[in-house]
């Protein structure tokens, strides 16, 4: 870790002690308990058990800090100025069916603002993470952006549309449409944070998705900020407001991509 500072630190401590248990289980995927919450969004006993340690460490640290975590929901909610922001899998259905490519995901939001944030692939061992005005970092070495400046020539990642969208076809049409239209490569990978943390190392270029909750991106916006990319959330228009539509890029394609996106949803 080059970062010495200790929120940093309480957050890999964290992340590696819960990542011990999550590997395990992602070895006996077959044995694990599964209940559907959602067509598309599963809990397992692994993504409870991860976030119980990372909570359980986090508290060590900071008893009266705010938390937000996606199985649990918020614990001192009267703490409004220092929150984490936890997925303890991101990328849960991936895990469910033993595909290797999901993080977990730990972001600390200081008045609002998300200032910190680590993102860990356990199975590739791959740790992305940043703390605002220090810039990001992927394992030891310092990440940028990409320097494409066309969309043509880009790469992109997005999550495409959900089983649950409440506006499923347009949200639908809009993935096909945008993937012939801006003549480049689209992946969709299933992961919103190594989505984010991918566009933060250039591995990819852009990242969008619609409806997407706040604990899959909160790490991945101050990764990709610090590592000079731009992001903006799209207004939600006729969508449930608590959601995020993100547009996170490596800041050169931003407009031309934006346009096209925004292009979609007036045809
Ligand atoms: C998932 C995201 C993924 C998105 C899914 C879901 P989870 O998070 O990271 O990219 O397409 O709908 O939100 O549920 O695995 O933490």
């Given at each position: 870790m080059r970062l010495n500072s200790p929120r940093m630190t309480v957050i890999y401590n964290a992340c590696m002690k819960a990542s011990k248990s999550l590997i395990r289980d992602f070895g006996e995927i077959e044995k694990l308990q599964v209940s559907a919450k959602g067509p598309a969004d599963f809990v397992t006993t692994a993504d409870k058990r991860t976030e119980k340690i990372i909570i359980e460490e986090l508290l060590k640290a900071h008893p009266d800090y705010g938390i937000l975590s996606e199985e649990i929901g918020e614990i001192n909610?009267?703490?409004?100025?220092h929150r984490w922001i936890i997925?303890?899998?991101?990328g849960t259905l991936n895990f469910l069916n033993g595909i290797p490519h999901f993080a977990i995901s730990v972001g600390y939001e200081e008045k609002g603002e998300i200032v910190c944030g680590l993102i860990f692939d356990p199975i590739k061992n791959e740790t992305f993470f940043a703390e605002k005005g220090s810039g990001a970092f992927f394992n030891n070495s310092r990440i940028r952006v990409s320097k494409k400046n066309k969309l043509k020539n880009s790469i992109l990642v997005t999550g495409g549309?959900?089983?649950?969208?409440?506006k499923k076809n347009d949200i639908f049409q809009e993935y096909i449409k945008i993937s012939n239209l801006v003549d480049a490569p689209v992946r969709k990978f299933g992961s919103a944070a190594l989505g984010m943390s991918y566009v933060a190392a250039g591995r990819f270029d852009a990242y969008w998705e619609w409806e997407l909750n706040y604990w899959d991106i909160a790490a991945g916006i101050v990764i990709l900020k610090e590592a000079g990319g731009f992001i903006e959330f799209i207004e939600p228009g006729t969508?449930?407001?608590?959601k995020r539509n993100i547009l996170a890029t490596n800041s050169s394609i931003q407009d031309e991509l934006k346009a096209a996106l925004i292009k979609k949803n007036i045809e």
């Open positions: 909610k009267e703490n409004k100025d997925d303890p899998i991101d549309p959900k089983f649950n969208s409440s969508i449930n407001s608590t």
